[in-house]
């Protein structure tokens, strides 16, 4: 059972724009940013998104990331077949003397 | 280019100890902390901790706390991460990480390095 929860599968057919959704509570997503990471089939993850909405260079303005509360989401706009992965959120969670939790993961499939 | 290179892949009996190496190259390493994170079979991803590499301090997570030791070696630009006393449960694939924390995100990421731990 991971701390964050995301819907564990998610799907779009290509040029759609499709939203993963990331829950979590005051500990972690209500009183810090949130990463969101990208794992293609055999691959190590890739930062995709972090502090809520910041893009690392190379990643396409496709990918946009967004919090409220606590919880928050990542959208992907013109959906392409090469975004078929493994989506994950996290977040710092200020318990137990701090430190990372990890969503579940949402399994994006391209229709 | 900045890259983190990682140990190969090992196999383990239950109740020994693993120690996976992370070489760190096109960066300043002393700038960067360095996480682990792990990922069982078919499953997602479990952060295990994180390292300062600028004075040591570490940081658990805590159903590691007193089977894992994060260290780092400057001179060798490297990081090391030891499990002990292995389970079943541990056998994952093992990323290194650069940043992360409560610093951010882990931006930089190692290809993993496979542990199986089977009698």
């Known amino acids: 059972q991971s701390v964050l929860t995301q819907p564990p599968s998610a799907s779009g057919t290509p040029g759609q724009r499709v939203t993963i959704s990331c829950s979590g509570s005051s500990s972690n997503i209500g009183s810090n940013t949130v990463n969101w990471y990208q794992q293609l089939p055999g691959k190590a993850p890739k930062l995709l998104i972090y502090s809520n909405n910041q893009r690392p260079s190379g990643v396409p303005d496709r990918f946009s990331g967004s919090k409220s509360g606590t919880s928050a989401s990542l959208a992907i706009s013109g959906l392409q077949s090469e975004d078929e992965a493994d989506y994950y959120c996290?977040?710092?969670?200020?318990?137990?003397?701090?430190?990372?939790?990890f969503g579940g993961g949402t399994k994006l499939t391209v229709l | 280019q900045v890259q983190l290179v990682q140990s190969g892949a090992e196999v383990k009996k239950p109740g020994a100890s693993v120690k996976v190496s992370c070489k760190a190259s096109?960066?300043?390493?002393?700038?960067?902390?360095i996480s682990w994170v792990r990922q069982a079979p078919g499953q997602g991803l479990e952060w295990m901790g994180w390292?300062?590499?600028?004075?040591?301090?570490?940081n658990y997570a805590q159903k590691l706390q007193g089977r894992v030791t994060m260290t780092t070696d400057t001179s060798r630009r490297t990081a090391y991460m030891e499990l002990r006393s292995l389970r079943s449960d541990d056998t994952a694939v093992y990323y290194c990480?650069?940043?992360?924390?409560?610093?951010?995100?882990?931006?930089?990421w190692g290809h993993g390095t496979t542990v199986t731990v089977s009698s």
């Open positions: 390292i300062s590499v600028y004075n040591g301090n570490t």
């Open positions: 996290a977040a710092w969670d200020d318990s137990l003397n701090g430190h990372v939790v």
């Open positions: 096109g960066y300043t390493f002393t700038s960067y902390g």
């Open positions: 990480a650069r940043g992360g924390g409560i610093f951010g995100g882990m931006d930089v």
